[in-house]
């Protein structure tokens, strides 16, 4: 009987210690490129979120009291925000800057809502290629910095797009409150 249980135990055991070690398998550690796109998927949900969430007839919205004298209307910060983007992905590709981001803008011709959000959706697919681009023996690496003379790595410049997105958003953030909406995901 005990050489029967200690068969049943070792048996047992081993099917438990194959189990982990296919579990442990199972999980590989992510890449620099998919660590990089969790950030970007973040900042896209946040900022077409909240694109989205502003009424089209309030797209034309900017502050003019105090301190908000001159300031971006919330379509053309939508638009600078993809514009940006643009500039910092073609920075990481190496690419020249498209034309409707040069100035950091955005293209003229996008005029509705639905044109703009698609800009900024699209922004963030050329930013989803940057990344894809980027891999554990270049994002470290000193690389062209398209804003001055001393040079930037590749994560320095996804780290720039996402902070300047990020304080984009509040702004937006602003606005939309300032119209009485509430942002999603805010209390």
């Known amino acids: 009987m005990k050489i029967f249980i200690g068969g049943w135990v070792t048996v047992f055991l081993l099917v438990s210690l194959a189990s982990a070690q296919t579990a442990q398998q199972a999980v590989a550690p992510h890449t620099v490129s998919q660590e990089i796109n969790g950030w970007v998927s973040d900042s896209e949900k946040e900022l077409v979120g909240i694109a989205e969430d ?77 990344v894809a681009s980027i891999d554990e023996k270049n994002a470290f690496q000193p690389h062209k910095n398209p804003f001055g003379k001393s040079p930037m790595t590749r994560m320095k410049l996804v780290n720039y797009a996402l902070t300047h997105s990020s304080n984009h958003y509040g702004q937006m953030v602003e606005y939309l409150r300032m119209n009485g909406f509430k942002p999603r995901g805010s209390n």
């Not at 920075?91 to 498209?98: K, Y």
């Not at 959000?117 to 050329?126: E, F, G, N, P, Q």
């Open 54 to 130: 502003m009424p089209e007839d309030k797209y034309n919205f900017a502050p003019t009291n105090g301190e908000f004298r001159g300031v971006r209307n919330f379509a053309k910060q939508v638009k600078h925000v993809g514009a940006a983007i643009q500039m910092f992905s073609a920075a990481i590709l190496d690419e020249p800057v498209p034309a409707d981001a040069a100035d950091e803008r955005g293209p003229d011709a996008a005029r509705t809502k639905a044109e703009i959000v698609k800009y900024l959706k699209d922004s963030y697919a050329y930013l989803r290629k940057a």
